[in-house]
């Protein structure tokens, strides 16, 4: 990477030093505000746990939600404090201001090993337009700038990339390192046979992935609805199935130009709709019942797929296979995880990328088991895209 890291830092740059750490604790809450999975969190630990033992002194910025630059309760960061004491075994001061003179005050006097935690970003009017006016407050607070909010990287906010001119060094933080090594490893230098994995629901969202891996990759294996879209691009028919009826020649021109690389599913498990699993059934691809939908991929493909993943030094999964949010249309999504994971232990390089796609991998247990889930959703979508995120660009050049 050709950036700063916290590693990089000199025990002059770091030592009794205020660290503003830019986090992504956008955490999903349930009704009651309970945080219903804590992995942000707990990505963000290694970095505060480093700035710590060198001496410096944390105060950390998240956004959590979309409240519309204005102060909302149930978007409040903090339960997340709470969360972060528990897991960290350090105090966590929460002021619930961010660039006020009670903020300022708390950043003046935090005391050696102990954190503080600033209230959501995003209920400041500035955070999202980028003004510098509140990026100058924000830089304010600290002496150094650690980025460490990889899920955020693609947007240019005040927390993120405005804060950066005023504030240096601006460097990465070990999150974002890593997000940026591994998703890296696709775009360059992937040791081969390179696969990968797409599915989802729409071709729309995962055009720019798909022409910008495909020159790179041995092969793009197919799955999710995604797929019916290049079936009807075949002249199968595709029965109640998702179609994106005007990417239906987009998905021909694909098979044209790179018809050899692509691999749809042989077989596909349909039923009359989502709400009808008991009635789920494989049939050969081109046996989709007028009346039925694809609703997952059939389990010889399962198989080939699996197969394809066991040859390879290098897979990248973006997109479940499946509507895996209702069974028994998980099973391929979960086949793609084991698979992924087997391969793991053989030393192959696996990368989970994708927020429902990560979220699959947890629901199968294997999370674990992968060299790298990513914690950026469309962040990860963009950087592989090939397009610069403005919150990694404006940080301090490695010398
Ligand atoms: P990610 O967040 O990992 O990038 P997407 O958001 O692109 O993934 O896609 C996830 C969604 O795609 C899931 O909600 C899933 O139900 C849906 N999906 C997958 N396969 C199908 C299918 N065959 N028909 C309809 N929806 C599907
Ligand atoms: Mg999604």
């Known amino acids: 990477m050709n950036k700063r890291t916290v590693r990089d830092l000199s025990s002059d740059e ?8 830019r986090a ?3 955490v999903p809450l349930d009704d009651n505000g309970e945080i219903t999975d804590d992995t942000r969190i707990r990505a963000a630990l290694p970095t505060l746990r480093l700035l710590l033992d060198r001496g410096a002194r944390p105060i950390v910025l998240s956004h959590l939600g ?3 630059g204005k102060p909302e309760q149930k978007f409040s960061l903090q339960p997340v404090g709470k969360r972060l004491e528990k897991l960290i075994g350090k105090k966590v001061n929460f002021v619930e201001t961010t660039d006020t003179d009670e903020a300022m005050q708390a950043a ?7 954190i503080l935690l600033l209230e959501n970003t995003r209920f400041l009017g500035g955070e999202e337009t980028n003004d510098p006016r509140l990026s100058r407050a924000l830089a ?4 150094l700038f650690v980025n460490d909010a990889f899920g955020t990287a693609h947007r240019a906010h005040a927390s993120t990339e405005g804060i950066s001119e005023f504030l240096k060094p601006a460097v990465a933080g070990l999150l974002m390192e890593r997000e940026l090594d591994y998703l890296g490893k696709a775009l360059e230098g992937a040791e081969k046979p390179f696969v990968a994995i797409l599915g989802g629901s729409k071709i729309s969202g995962k055009i720019d992935v798909i022409e910008a891996l495909l020159p790179k990759v041995d092969g793009l294996l197919v799955g999710g609805a995604m797929a019916c879209t290049f079936y009807r691009a075949m002249g199968l028919e595709t029965g109640k199935s998702l179609v994106e009826d005007d990417k239906v020649q987009l998905a021909a021109d694909l098979l044209e130009k790179w018809g050899t690389r ?4 042989h077989d596909a498990m349909v039923a009359p709709g989502r709400e009808r699993p008991e009635a789920a059934h494989a049939v050969h691809r081109d046996a989709i019942p007028a009346g039925e939908a694809m609703l997952d991929i059939g389990p010889r493909t ?3 797929f699996g197969r394809a993943i066991a040859s390879a030094r290098t897979i990248l999964w973006n997109g479940p296979m499946g509507v895996f949010e209702t069974p028994p249309f998980d099973k391929g999504t979960s086949a793609i ?10 030393g192959a390089t696996t990368i989970v990328g994708g927020g429902d796609s990560a979220a699959a991998v947890a629901q199968a247990g294997l999370a674990d088991k992968m060299s790298h889930v990513s914690t950026g959703g469309g962040a990860s979508l963009e950087f592989l895209e090939g397009k610069p995120l403005p919150g990694v660009e404006a940080l301090d050049d490695r010398r």
């Open 140 to 143: 304010s607070l600290g002496d």
């Open 14 to 21: 770091i030592k009794g030093k205020r660290a503003i750490v």
């Open 302 to 304: 399962s198989e080939s």
């Open 108 to 114: 003046a006097t935090l005391a050696d090993d102990e």
């Open 337 to 346: 995880a084991t698979a992924m994971a087997s391969a793991t232990n053989h």
């Open 262 to 265: 692509i691999t749809l599913p």
């Open 24 to 26: 992504d604790f956008n």
């Open 66 to 68: 979309r409240p519309k």
